[in-house]
């Protein structure tokens, strides 16, 4: 079963969503399970993993409301302010949703690259495994030491690390982003999604190849039991299509035992995320 591990929703709104700029205006609209619909069924992807965009609880139950209404829609990472002295009601009160399996907070946006590190984040963050729920990795890689330390401090958390932590692709700069991706994959609590590449390339004129290099590196470092694949949809458009972004995973992987194929596309993202897939004819 294929499992699509991070992809987005949206009712496009340009005063919320100013992150979603002029040059990215492909993706300047809605975008729904109806739309996403026809690119799975295209790709051979059973479910997904919808992740917020928009750092509001609005966010959070409007994609709760999607999944209830679309099996398509396997699991849900919200969004909740971590910083918060509510925050343990705020658990309470989302852990009555069998959807929502973890949470992310846009730290790549925050200007304090120690921003993962803050006292009352982490108070936060360790809250998480109190009700079962994971935490997705934004960042940059200046921020990988700061995501270090905080898996390192929090070793029972489920982390993982979106659009491999983003190296700056089109400057083919990566030495310390590896030596710092090398770090964190010793952390066992540690998953990498293999997503986001197309658009920290040159979205006009990137080339499978060019991604080879940062491949090497997460592959090395987590090893196929901890790696799972994301089409990062639709942000993914502004650079390329859905069949464009899975077909740079797939050939990569075109030597890869059949067993090794199904741990990265859908039964990494099942066991990591827990899903409750019986409705799918997954194991739970």
Same mark, same amino acid.
């Given at each position: 079963m294929r499992i699509d591990a991070h992809q987005h929703f949206w009712k496009f709104d340009p005063v919320r969503d100013t992150w979603i700029t002029e040059e990215m205006r492909a993706i300047q609209r809605n975008f729904l399970p109806s739309d996403l619909a026809a690119e799975c069924a295209a790709n051979g992807i059973d479910a997904t993993i919808a992740v917020q965009a928009d750092q509001s609880e609005a966010e959070t139950l409007f994609l709760l409301e999607l999944a209830e209404q679309n099996p398509l829609i396997a699991g849900v990472v919200g969004w909740t302010d971590f910083c918060s002295p509510l925050l343990? /009601? &705020? $658990? /309470?009160?989302?852990s009555r949703y069998a959807?929502?399996?973890?949470?992310?907070? *846009?730290?790549?946006? /925050?200007?304090?690259?120690?921003?993962? $590190? &803050? /006292?009352?984040? *982490?108070?936060? *963050? &360790?809250?998480? &495994?109190e009700f079962g729920f994971t935490y997705d990795i934004l960042i940059y890689p200046k921020q990988l030491r700061a995501a270090l330390e905080l898996a390192a401090a929090l070793p029972e958390q489920r982390f993982v690390i979106d659009h491999i932590a983003k190296p700056d692709m089109k400057a083919n700069s990566n030495v310390t982003w590896a030596k710092s991706m090398r770090a964190m994959a010793q952390n066992p609590n540690v998953y990498c999604k293999i997503s986001g590449l197309v658009t920290e390339a040159d979205w006009l004129n990137w080339k499978k190849p060019d991604f080879k290099p940062y491949l090497d590196v997460i592959f090395e470092a987590f090893g196929v039991e901890r790696l799972m694949f994301g089409s990062d949809w639709p942000v993914c458009l502004v650079a390329a299509s859905y069949r464009q972004v899975k077909d740079i995973v797939e050939d990569y992987v075109r030597d890869f035992s059949e067993d090794e194929k199904d741990k990265i596309f859908g039964e990494n993202a099942i066991r990591f995320y827990g899903l409750k897939t019986g409705h799918l004819g997954l194991a739970a």
């Open positions: 343990a /009601e &705020r $658990m /309470e009160f989302f959807k929502l399996r973890g949470f992310r907070h *846009v730290a790549q946006s /925050e200007p304090d690259d120690r921003f993962l $590190m &803050r /006292e009352d984040f *982490v108070r936060g *963050v &360790r809250t998480l &495994r």
